[in-house]
């Protein structure tokens, strides 16, 4: 077995002694300790975001956004994602944490951009020191 595949298993046994996501129980919070650990960035890895071209630098600072994105999918699909083998269910939540809308991808661009909207995709964004002159 893989790490990959332990991981995978870890995430779907830990979901199985779940009772429904919507209800507290300690089983719930190991599951979003055993999501954290299985899925999480840990080192630099470069992602490219869903509806983007162009691959973003993330690191272990955006696991916490990954956290977020990947729990929230699984409270959203909870039936669907009991249904999935494990390795998929793995695949599924590795993508929404880092690829998706609210996941690490989408916010470490967000910090690229220092927060500038309505970027068009691939179009270059360079930050330049001004001279005090310059500034008005």
Do not use: N, Y
């Not at 071209?53 to 999918?73: G, I």
């Amino acid at each position: 077995m893989t790490g990959q595949e332990a991981k995978a298993r870890e995430i779907a046994d830990a979901l199985a002694r779940c009772r429904p996501l919507g209800e507290p129980c300690p089983e719930r919070d190991d599951l979003w300790v055993t999501v954290r650990d299985s899925i999480c960035t840990k080192g630099l890895c470069l992602v490219i975001p869903m509806g983007s071209s162009s691959p973003v630098p993330v690191t272990p600072e955006h696991a916490t956004d990954e956290l977020l994105a990947a729990m929230e999918w699984l409270g959203s699909h909870e039936r669907m994602a009991r249904s999935m083998e494990p390795q998929q269910l793995f695949i599924m939540l590795r993508g929404v944490a880092t690829k998706g809308a609210l996941g690490s991808a989408r916010a470490a661009q967000a910090d690229a951009l220092h927060g500038m909207t309505h970027v068009s995709p691939g179009e270059p964004v360079v930050f330049a020191d001004l001279e005090m002159s310059e500034v008005a």
